[in-house]
C-alpha cells in the first residue's frame, strides 16, 4: 500500500527558510512523479513543483521559482523541498502527491496519491 508521509513543516519568519521532506514507500513502479502543493486558508490547492524521479527534472510554479527547489535524498529514500526567502503569502498546508508516469504537472486532478500535509506558517 503506498503512503506518503510530509515533514518539516513550522513557524518561520518573512525571509526565512524550511525544508520539507516527502517519504514513499510502498510504490511498486520504478519510475514516478513526485508533486508538491499547498493550500492556503480560505484557498484551493495550488501546485508548486513537479519532479520526475527517472531524471530528476523538475517544473517550478511561477511563484515559487528561484526560491525553492526540490531534491532527492536516495539515501532516506525522501523527495525534499527547499523553501528559501519565504514570504506571507507561502504559508499554507504543503502536501506531497504521486502520479504514475513521467509527464510533469501541477495540476491537482493528476494525481493519484496524497500525503496528509505538513503546516507551513510565515509570519514576523
Known amino acids: 500500500q503506498l503512503q506518503l508521509v510530509e515533514s518539516g513543516g513550522g513557524l518561520v519568519q518573512p525571509g526565512g527558510s524550511l525544508r520539507l521532506s516527502c517519504a514513499a514507500s510502498?510504490?511498486?513502479?520504478?519510475?514516478?512523479?513526485i508533486g508538491w502543493f499547498r493550500q492556503a486558508p480560505g484557498k484551493g490547492r495550488e501546485g508548486v513543483s513537479s519532479f520526475r524521479t527517472s531524471d530528476g527534472t523538475t517544473y517550478y510554479a511561477d511563484s515559487v521559482k528561484g526560491r525553492f527547489t526540490v531534491s532527492r535524498d536516495n539515501a532516506k529514500n525522501t523527495v525534499n523541498l527547499q523553501m528559501n526567502s519565504l514570504k506571507p503569502e507561502d504559508t499554507g498546508v504543503y502536501y506531497c502527491a504521486v502520479k504514475r508516469g513521467v509527464g510533469l504537472t501541477i495540476a491537482t486532478s493528476r494525481y493519484d496519491y496524497w500525503g496528509q500535509g505538513t503546516q507551513v506558517t510565515v509570519s514576523s
Open positions: 510502498g510504490f511498486t513502479e520504478d519510475y514516478y512523479v
